[in-house]
T-cell receptor, first 116, second 112 residues
Framework: EAQVTQNPRYLITVTGKKLTVTCSQN?????MSWYRQDPGLGLRQIYY???????DKGDVPEGYKVSRKEKRNFPLILESPSPNQTSLYFC???????????????FGSGTQLSVL | SQKIEQNSEALNIQEGKTATLTCNYT??????LQWYRQDPGRGPVFLLL?????KEKRKERLKVTFDTTLKQSLFHITASQPADSATYLC???????????FGSGTRLSIRP
C-alpha cells in the first residue's frame, strides 16, 4: 500500500532533550516536506527536500534540522526542543516538486509532540 | 505575503443539502488550487485540483470553482452526508515556488 509513515504518533519530551521524528515513503517520490499544524494557523512548512541531499528551508525552519540521505527517508530533528515547538507535525511527499507539475501531496498520519 | 482566508467558523449543514465552502486569497493568483480533507488526528487527503485556466472541476459529489477575478474558489459537496463531516483545506500553488500554501481550513458538520 502506498503510504507515508511517521513515527512516533505521540511524543512527550522535556525542554532541551534532542529528538527525531522519522518519516518514510514507499512511493519513490522525489519531493518530501515537513509541516507543523497549530490551531488557527493552518499548515506551515518547516523544511522541504526536492531530492536526495537537496533540502531547503520553508516558512518556519528555526529550531529544526532535516536530512535526506536516502530517497525514502526524511527525518525531522529537534536538537533542543522548546515548549513553543509543541504542535502537530506532518510529513508529506509528492512525485516531484511543485512548479513543474501540479503535484498533490500525500501526508503521513501525524506526530503530536508536547514539549514540557 | 500571500494570505488565504477560509470560513473561520464551523459550517453546520443538514444532511442532503449542498455544502459550500469558500477560499479567498489576496495578492497573486495561483497557477492552481487544491482542496484537501482532514479528519481529526489524521493527515490531510487530496481531493481535487483546479488550474487557473479552468473555471470548474467535478468529481462525483464534489465540485470546485475558481474565479481569478474575485480571487476565490468555492468547494461544493452536493447531497451531503454525515460521513462528509471533516475539516477542508484549500491550498494554493505557484509555478515559481517549490511549495503550496495552505489555508487554516473550514470545519464542516453534517447533521442527520
Amino acid at each position: 500500500e502506498a503510504q507515508v509513515t511517521q513515527n512516533p504518533r505521540y511524543l512527550i519530551t522535556v525542554t532541551g532533550k534532542k529528538l527525531t521524528v522519522t518519516c518514510s515513503q514507499n512511493m519513490n517520490h522525489e519531493y518530501m516536506s515537513w509541516y507543523r499544524q497549530d490551531p488557527g494557523l493552518g499548515l506551515r512548512q518547516i523544511y522541504y527536500s526536492m531530492n536526495v541531499e537537496v533540502t531547503d528551508k520553508g516558512d518556519v525552519p528555526e529550531g529544526y534540522k532535516v536530512s535526506r540521505k536516502e530517497k525514502r527517508n526524511f527525518p525531522l530533528i529537534l536538537e533542543s526542543p522548546s515548549p513553543n515547538q509543541t504542535s502537530l507535525y506532518f510529513c508529506a511527499s509528492s512525485l516531484s516538486g511543485f512548479g513543474r507539475t501540479n503535484e498533490k501531496l500525500f501526508f503521513g498520519s501525524g506526530t503530536q509532540l508536547s514539549v514540557l | 505575503s500571500q494570505k488565504i482566508e477560509q470560513n473561520s467558523e464551523a459550517l453546520n449543514i443538514q444532511e442532503g443539502k449542498t455544502a459550500t465552502l469558500t477560499c479567498n486569497y489576496t495578492n497573486y493568483s495561483p497557477a492552481y488550487l487544491q482542496w484537501y480533507r482532514q479528519d481529526p488526528g489524521r493527515g490531510p487527503v487530496f481531493l481535487l485540483l483546479i488550474r487557473e485556466n479552468e473555471k470548474e472541476k467535478r468529481k462525483e459529489r464534489l465540485k470546485v470553482t475558481f474565479d481569478t477575478t474575485l480571487k476565490q474558489s468555492l468547494f461544493h459537496i452536493t447531497a451531503s452526508q454525515p460521513a462528509d463531516s471533516a475539516t477542508y483545506l484549500c491550498a494554493l500553488g505557484y509555478s515559481s515556488a517549490s511549495k503550496i500554501i495552505f489555508g487554516s481550513g473550514t470545519r464542516l458538520s453534517i447533521r442527520p
